[in-house]
């Protein structure tokens, strides 16, 4: 039987799949050959379909140095007025854009989430860049958990301050992400946002498209060090309760900063707790 040169649009779908999935070239060729591809077609046909996806990523698009617009927070002002509550900023940088913000959560608003937290933490787990599948790290010893807000009055109420402190709508946000992290807990330093070139990132990036600006909301005071770090940048920020670190790290080009990098520094003693919120390009699905 001749071997097939020419693909289906049902194999078409099933090679975008599988790359948006993670899986090898070697193991997608190996695949088509099973199938009575011709080997060689095969391979020129996965390649080919790489070079176009990469070409299509929005990184290719944006190269160059990362072009400062207007903030998205308004973060210069000195206050930021919500429905029910005003939130100080205490430091502002505009390159990249970071904002450290005063009383967003009242003492008992920290508490709670901390008690809504508290039963569903698990080890932290992070994407996986090539297959896109959650994987628990040692750059990442803390524990986490999503709190879902639909049950939540509290979660809601706090859903909705913060969307208005990042001036961003509600349904952009993924769920409030808790993370506990005890003495020598850390996680090291990472962007927020989801490389394109990495296809393990696909799946997730269908979900609302890019992360675009984050807010990490200190739910308690620590004992010692467990600060936010900018390497980049050589900045520091002491957690404090109720506080807030917000960055944000996308333009409105697509481009990504990478000066946004950031860590959670080790906890020398005490433990740390801290809320974050990721906001998306779209309605996070
Ligand atoms: O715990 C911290 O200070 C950093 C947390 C963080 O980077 C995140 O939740 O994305
Ligand atoms: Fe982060």
């Given at each position: ?25 070697q ?58 509550r ?7 940088i ?8 005063d ?67 509600v ?56 600060d ?20 944000e ?18 906890v ?18």
């Open positions: 039987m001749n071997k097939y040169t020419r693909m289906s649009d049902e194999w078409d779908r099933w090679l975008d799949a599988s790359l948006d999935k993670g899986c090898r070239t193991d997608i060729v190996a695949a088509m050959v099973a199938a009575n591809y011709d080997a060689a077609y095969a391979e020129r046909a996965v390649q080919e379909r790489l070079a176009r996806r990469a070409q299509a990523a929005p990184a290719a698009a944006t190269a160059g140095p990362y072009r400062y617009g207007t903030p998205t927070i308004r973060h210069r002002n000195n206050l930021i007025a919500t429905s029910d005003t939130v100080r900023v205490s430091m502002r505009e390159q990249p854009v970071i904002a450290v913000l009383d967003v959560f009242s003492a008992e608003e920290c508490d709670a989430v901390v008690a809504l937290a508290r039963a569903r933490l698990q080890p932290s787990a992070t994407l996986s860049p090539t297959t896109g599948e959650n994987q628990v790290k040692e750059h990442r010893t803390s524990l986490g958990a999503f709190l879902d807000d639909a049950d939540e009055p509290v979660l809601r109420r706090l859903n909705r301050r913060i969307a208005e402190i990042m001036n961003q709508p349904a952009h946000g993924e769920a409030l992400h808790v993370l506990h992290y005890g003495v020598g807990a850390e996680y090291k330093p990472h962007h927020d946002y989801f490389d394109p070139a990495n296809s393990g990132f696909a799946a997730t990036l269908r979900r609302g498209g890019q992360r675009v600006a984050t807010l990490i909301v200190y739910l308690n005071d620590v004992e010692e060090a467990g936010t770090i900018f390497p980049k940048l050589g900045l520091s920020i002491v957690p404090r309760k109720g506080s807030a670190v917000y960055f790290y996308v333009n409105a080009e697509g481009q990504l900063d990478e000066a946004s990098l950031h860590g959670g520094a080790p020398t003693r005490g433990e740390k707790w801290v809320a974050t919120k990721w906001v998306r390009q779209g309605v996070f699905k």
